[in-house]
């Protein structure tokens, strides 16, 4: 009987959590498109970012094909690490530079760092005016 009142509340319980997804509209549309957004990486181009001047930037790797810098961002990303795709055009070639900036305002870089070092990573810090 314990069973059956358990597998009974189950069914419901994942009936209502199908049916709340379906009405509030996202269904299964919006949930792909939030994984879809999850996995992507949005690449900025360096001129729009020189509007922003942040205290410090780590650069963790420069490529010359896109997939190589994504992949490198999404591991990166799934660390916690701020990551981001920097675009920059270098005598006719785009080059994809792979870095970490800070998460809120006031963010020290020296956490950051020791905690790269503990991952072996290989990185540059780079100061406000090269960036």
């Given at each position: 009987m314990k069973e059956r009142v358990i597998g009974i509340l189950t069914i419901?319980?994942?009936?209502?959590?199908?049916?709340?997804?379906?009405?509030?509209?996202?269904?299964?549309?919006?949930?792909?498109?939030?994984?879809?957004?999850?996995?992507?990486?949005?690449?900025?181009?360096?001129?729009?970012q020189s509007d922003f001047i942040y205290p410090w930037v780590i650069q963790l790797g420069a490529f010359q094909d896109i997939e190589d810098a994504k992949n490198l961002t999404k591991q990166f990303e799934r660390k916690g690490y701020n990551a981001y795709v920097s675009a920059k055009d270098f005598s006719g070639k785009?080059?994809?530079?792979?870095?970490?900036?800070?998460?809120?305002?006031?963010e020290e870089v020296d956490p950051v760092i020791k905690r790269l070092e503990r991952g072996e990573s290989d990185f540059q810090v780079l100061g406000k005016g090269q960036q």
């Open positions: 419901t319980t994942v009936i209502a959590v199908i049916s709340l997804i379906y009405l509030t509209g996202d269904g299964l549309t919006g949930i792909e498109d939030r994984i879809e957004a999850r996995q992507s990486v949005t690449v900025e181009e360096a001129s729009i785009k080059i994809y530079r792979v870095r970490i900036r800070p998460s809120y305002e006031d």
